[in-house]
């Protein structure tokens, strides 16, 4: 989580918790934020992360970058380095392990010019980024909001025209369990256009233009029931399942989905909470379905659509 000046703008992102980049532009100066897992035995040391870092540069721009300064550096709380050279702009980069994460971060300024204007842009940006959550953690997309636990990771996303999702996994693994908890966070935009006969139906959206592709994220899953109710103030459908399968390895889930229409937006929104437990025969997996439906509930109470 940071902090960006208004005129920059995102211009290109991918991956996801664990190994992932961003790229953010503006008409004299980017920067990049890039992440990469590390196992706490297997953490290169940050002297070989610059070399590699410096090797793709020197690759990329084809020619020689001299370093012009290099130090240790404190990098919220942990220890990094920093590094100031010259390429075809000004470059001021931080190297950084996080051991809470687990990750090595790299991030990295460019300017045309270092002046007074772009110290402020990296002191602003360095005092309010964090590169590990503590409590609750604050998402937010593109108008749209909600909260969710920090054991939650990002595991796929997709932002294009008309179309915006984020998978979140809880996973754990113990050797006669495997347990798995899903948030799927899904909106449509443009909805009167991209669906016109049934933006304002949606027990008929979820069927006819949905399901299928909720099916390919979540394996399995089916409602057995559904009812109205009320999210952010819109009228919402609400629709619940369970399902069971395996052999030998027997695996017990729930399922809860709220679909609405936000008309101040233009668009539909569709989450999907779903728990998941694996265990060998004959060891029991039941979940607990009070306390999914209270997760669910408390989640979906989170989300500000607009």
Not at 37 to 42: D, H, T, V
Request: hydrophobic share 40%; with cysteine.
């Amino acid at each position: 989580m940071f902090r960006i000046p208004q005129d920059a703008r995102l211009v290109s992102e991918g991956g996801n918790a664990k190994t992932g980049y961003m790229r953010i532009e503006a008409e004299n100066y980017f920067f990049e934020l890039k992440w990469e897992e590390a196992q706490p035995k297997k953490v290169k040391p940050l002297s070989e992360v610059v070399e590699a870092f410096i090797k793709r540069l020197e690759k990329e721009t084809k020619q020689k970058i001299p370093i012009r300064a290099k130090r240790v550096a404190k990098i919220f709380e942990h220890d990094g380095l920093f590094l100031s050279l010259r390429s075809n702009m000004e470059e001021r980069i931080f190297f950084w392990y996080c051991a809470e994460s687990p990750r090595v971060v790299i991030l990295r300024f460019a300017f045309k010019a270092i002046d007074t204007t772009s110290r402020t842009i990296m002191r602003q940006m360095l005092t309010s980024l964090k590169c590990h959550g503590e409590g609750i953690d604050v998402w937010t997309l593109f108008e749209s909001s909600f909260r969710a636990p920090p054991s939650f990771q990002l595991s796929e996303r997709k932002m294009v025209v008309g179309r915006t999702y984020l998978l979140l996994l809880d996973h754990k693994l113990t050797p006669f369990a495997e347990r798995k908890k899903e948030i799927v966070f899904e909106y449509f935009s443009m909805a009167n256009v991209q669906f016109e006969e049934e933006h304002k139906d949606l027990d008929r959206w979820v069927d006819k233009r949905y399901m299928k592709d909720l099916k390919k994220r979540c394996r399995g899953v089916k409602f057995q029931s559904s009812m109205q109710e009320k999210v952010n103030n819109h009228a919402a459908v609400i629709k619940k399942g369970a399902g069971r399968s395996g052999i030998l390895t027997r695996r017990s889930s729930s399922y809860s989905n709220a679909t609405w229409y936000c008309e101040d937006l233009n668009r539909i929104y569709s989450v999907t909470i779903s728990e998941h437990i694996a265990r060998p025969l004959p060891l029991k997996r039941k979940i607990d379905e009070g306390a999914f439906g209270d997760f669910f509930r408390g989640f979906v109470s989170t989300i500000k659509c607009h």
